[in-house]
Protein backbone atom coordinates (compact mmCIF):
# COMPACT_ATOMS: atom_id res chain seq x y z
CA UNK A 1 0.00 0.00 0.00
CA UNK A 2 1.33 3.24 -0.97
CA UNK A 3 0.19 6.46 0.81
CA UNK A 4 2.10 9.45 1.53
CA UNK A 5 2.37 10.77 5.21
CA UNK A 6 2.17 14.64 4.35
CA UNK A 7 -1.12 14.55 3.22
CA UNK A 8 -2.72 12.61 6.13
CA UNK A 9 -4.75 14.83 8.83
CA UNK A 10 -4.71 14.69 12.20
CA UNK A 11 -2.49 14.56 14.57
CA UNK A 12 0.88 11.81 13.44
CA UNK A 13 1.26 10.13 16.78
CA UNK A 14 -2.44 7.83 16.47
CA UNK A 15 -1.24 4.26 15.12
CA UNK A 16 -1.97 3.36 11.82
CA UNK A 17 -5.60 1.34 11.03
CA UNK A 18 -3.32 -1.93 10.49
CA UNK A 19 -3.00 -2.01 14.10
CA UNK A 20 -6.38 -3.22 14.80
CA UNK A 21 -5.22 -6.83 13.20
CA UNK A 22 -3.26 -7.39 16.27
CA UNK A 23 -5.67 -8.68 19.47
CA UNK A 24 -6.00 -6.09 22.41
CA UNK A 25 -5.32 -7.15 26.17
CA UNK A 26 -7.83 -9.00 27.72
CA UNK A 27 -9.64 -9.57 24.32
CA UNK A 28 -10.34 -13.80 23.63
CA UNK A 29 -8.62 -15.12 20.28
CA UNK A 30 -10.93 -15.06 17.44
CA UNK A 31 -12.80 -11.99 18.40
CA UNK A 32 -11.55 -9.03 15.99
CA UNK A 33 -11.46 -5.31 17.23
CA UNK A 34 -13.91 -3.33 15.95
CA UNK A 35 -11.61 -1.03 12.99
CA UNK A 36 -11.69 2.49 14.22
CA UNK A 37 -13.94 4.69 12.20
CA UNK A 38 -12.00 6.09 8.97
CA UNK A 39 -10.29 9.29 9.79
CA UNK A 40 -8.02 9.99 7.46
CA UNK A 41 -8.77 10.25 3.18
CA UNK A 42 -6.60 7.19 2.65
CA UNK A 43 -7.48 4.03 1.14
CA UNK A 44 -8.18 1.28 3.91
CA UNK A 45 -7.49 -1.87 2.44
CA UNK A 46 -10.28 -4.93 3.48
CA UNK A 47 -10.05 -7.65 5.58
CA UNK A 48 -7.24 -10.18 4.10
CA UNK A 49 -9.28 -13.49 2.86
CA UNK A 50 -9.28 -16.16 5.32
CA UNK A 51 -7.56 -18.71 3.10
CA UNK A 52 -4.33 -16.75 3.11
CA UNK A 53 -4.53 -16.87 6.61
CA UNK A 54 -1.86 -14.29 9.17
CA UNK A 55 1.76 -14.51 9.52
CA UNK A 56 4.98 -14.51 7.02
CA UNK A 57 5.72 -16.75 4.75
CA UNK A 58 9.50 -17.99 5.21
CA UNK A 59 11.41 -20.00 2.05
CA UNK A 60 14.20 -21.60 2.82
CA UNK A 61 17.04 -22.34 0.75
CA UNK A 62 18.00 -25.90 -0.06
CA UNK A 63 21.78 -25.74 1.13
CA UNK A 64 20.08 -23.82 4.70
CA UNK A 65 17.74 -27.35 5.02
CA UNK A 66 18.25 -29.68 7.89
CA UNK A 67 18.17 -33.34 6.14
CA UNK A 68 16.52 -36.04 8.50
CA UNK A 69 18.56 -37.81 10.99
CA UNK A 70 20.28 -41.01 9.88
CA UNK A 71 18.43 -44.27 10.66
CA UNK A 72 20.21 -45.90 13.49
CA UNK A 73 20.44 -49.70 14.31
CA UNK A 74 17.68 -51.49 16.43
CA UNK A 75 18.10 -50.99 19.52
CA UNK A 76 19.88 -54.04 21.88
CA UNK A 77 16.32 -55.52 23.48
CA UNK A 78 18.83 -55.62 27.39
CA UNK A 79 21.86 -54.12 28.20
CA UNK A 80 24.10 -56.41 29.82
CA UNK A 81 25.00 -55.17 33.30
CA UNK A 82 28.53 -54.04 33.76
CA UNK A 83 30.68 -56.54 35.79
CA UNK A 84 33.65 -53.88 36.71
CA UNK A 85 34.09 -53.94 39.90
CA UNK A 86 35.77 -50.47 41.22
CA UNK A 87 38.00 -50.91 45.13
CA UNK A 88 36.78 -47.63 46.20
CA UNK A 89 38.52 -48.26 49.91
CA UNK A 90 41.94 -48.37 47.43
CA UNK A 91 41.65 -44.73 45.71
CA UNK A 92 40.98 -43.45 49.40
CA UNK A 93 44.07 -44.89 50.72
CA UNK A 94 45.91 -43.32 47.61
CA UNK A 95 44.52 -40.07 48.03
CA UNK A 96 45.16 -40.26 51.66
CA UNK A 97 48.93 -41.20 51.36
CA UNK A 98 49.15 -38.53 48.59
CA UNK A 99 48.51 -36.15 51.30
CA UNK A 100 51.22 -37.13 53.37
CA UNK A 101 54.75 -35.47 53.54
CA UNK A 102 56.48 -39.15 53.03
CA UNK A 103 54.61 -41.53 50.75
CA UNK A 104 54.83 -45.21 51.63
CA UNK A 105 53.46 -47.04 48.25
CA UNK A 106 54.57 -50.39 48.57
CA UNK A 107 52.35 -50.54 52.22
CA UNK A 108 49.77 -49.77 49.93
CA UNK A 109 49.96 -51.96 47.50
CA UNK A 110 51.09 -54.85 49.74
CA UNK A 111 47.79 -54.00 51.98
CA UNK A 112 45.60 -53.97 48.62
CA UNK A 113 46.79 -57.55 47.41
CA UNK A 114 46.20 -58.93 50.96
CA UNK A 115 42.68 -57.47 51.37
CA UNK A 116 42.09 -59.56 47.42
CA UNK A 117 43.19 -62.31 48.89
CA UNK A 118 41.17 -62.13 52.16
CA UNK A 119 37.87 -61.37 49.97
CA UNK A 120 38.20 -63.85 47.78
CA UNK A 121 38.14 -66.51 49.94
CA UNK A 122 35.22 -65.49 52.59
CA UNK A 123 34.93 -67.13 55.91
CA UNK A 124 31.13 -67.69 55.51
CA UNK A 125 29.11 -70.97 55.06
CA UNK A 126 30.71 -73.99 54.15
CA UNK A 127 30.66 -75.13 50.30
CA UNK A 128 28.62 -77.91 51.17
CA UNK A 129 26.02 -76.68 53.07
CA UNK A 130 22.06 -77.73 52.25
CA UNK A 131 20.61 -74.83 53.31
CA UNK A 132 22.99 -72.81 51.03
CA UNK A 133 23.32 -75.15 48.37
CA UNK A 134 19.06 -74.66 47.61
CA UNK A 135 19.54 -70.92 47.29
CA UNK A 136 22.81 -71.74 45.28
CA UNK A 137 20.64 -73.62 42.68
CA UNK A 138 17.98 -71.29 42.43
CA UNK A 139 20.67 -69.59 40.53
CA UNK A 140 21.92 -66.84 43.19
CA UNK A 141 25.34 -66.23 43.04
CA UNK A 142 27.31 -68.30 46.29
CA UNK A 143 28.96 -65.16 47.34
CA UNK A 144 26.34 -63.43 48.31
CA UNK A 145 24.08 -66.29 49.23
CA UNK A 146 26.94 -67.41 52.03
CA UNK A 147 26.54 -63.95 53.75
CA UNK A 148 23.31 -63.91 53.11
CA UNK A 149 23.10 -67.60 54.79
CA UNK A 150 25.42 -66.27 57.58
CA UNK A 151 23.21 -63.37 58.18
CA UNK A 152 19.73 -64.80 58.57
CA UNK A 153 19.85 -68.38 58.38
CA UNK A 154 17.28 -70.29 56.43
CA UNK A 155 15.29 -67.11 55.45
CA UNK A 156 13.95 -66.84 51.91
CA UNK A 157 12.24 -63.63 52.12
CA UNK A 158 15.89 -62.28 53.54
CA UNK A 159 18.03 -64.02 51.91
CA UNK A 160 16.51 -62.90 48.43
CA UNK A 161 16.45 -58.98 49.61
CA UNK A 162 20.31 -59.55 50.52
CA UNK A 163 21.51 -60.93 47.11
CA UNK A 164 19.49 -58.51 45.35
CA UNK A 165 20.86 -55.15 47.68
CA UNK A 166 24.40 -57.16 47.74
CA UNK A 167 24.45 -57.39 43.86
CA UNK A 168 23.11 -53.66 43.63
CA UNK A 169 25.46 -52.16 45.72
CA UNK A 170 28.94 -54.21 44.93
CA UNK A 171 28.48 -53.25 41.13
CA UNK A 172 28.51 -50.11 42.13
CA UNK A 173 32.16 -50.93 43.56
CA UNK A 174 32.22 -51.09 47.47
CA UNK A 175 33.85 -53.91 48.70
CA UNK A 176 32.02 -56.64 49.70
CA UNK A 177 32.75 -57.04 53.14
CA UNK A 178 31.42 -53.46 53.82
CA UNK A 179 28.58 -53.83 51.67
CA UNK A 180 27.85 -57.16 54.30
CA UNK A 181 28.51 -54.95 57.05
CA UNK A 182 26.07 -51.95 56.06
CA UNK A 183 23.13 -54.42 54.94
CA UNK A 184 23.01 -56.00 58.05
CA UNK A 185 23.13 -53.16 59.85
CA UNK A 186 20.50 -51.47 57.76
CA UNK A 187 18.48 -54.70 57.55
CA UNK A 188 18.65 -55.02 53.74
CA UNK A 189 17.52 -51.55 52.90
CA UNK A 190 19.85 -50.26 50.20
CA UNK A 191 19.26 -47.01 50.26
CA UNK A 192 20.45 -46.32 53.64
CA UNK A 193 23.26 -48.54 53.15
CA UNK A 194 24.41 -46.62 50.32
CA UNK A 195 23.73 -43.53 51.83
CA UNK A 196 26.25 -45.13 54.80
CA UNK A 197 28.90 -45.20 52.70
CA UNK A 198 28.35 -42.12 50.55
CA UNK A 199 28.43 -40.28 54.26
CA UNK A 200 31.58 -42.20 55.55
CA UNK A 201 33.09 -41.60 52.26
CA UNK A 202 33.11 -37.59 52.59
Do not use: C
Not at 46 to 74: E, F, M, N, W
Not at 158 to 187: I, P, T
Request: charged residues 20%; glycine residues 4%; neutral net charge.
Amino acid sequence: MDYDYRTRAGSMHRPPAAASLYPRIGQQPGQHAPPPAARASYHQPGPAPPSSGLGIRVTLKPDYRITPPPQLAPQVTEVPRSTFSFDFDFEKRILAEAEKESQNWSRIIMENQSSKTASSTPSAAPAGDPVMDKYVTLGLPREAVSLAVLNYGDNPIKVREFVKSYNLLREMGFASKNVAEALAMYDNDTDKALAHFLNSSS
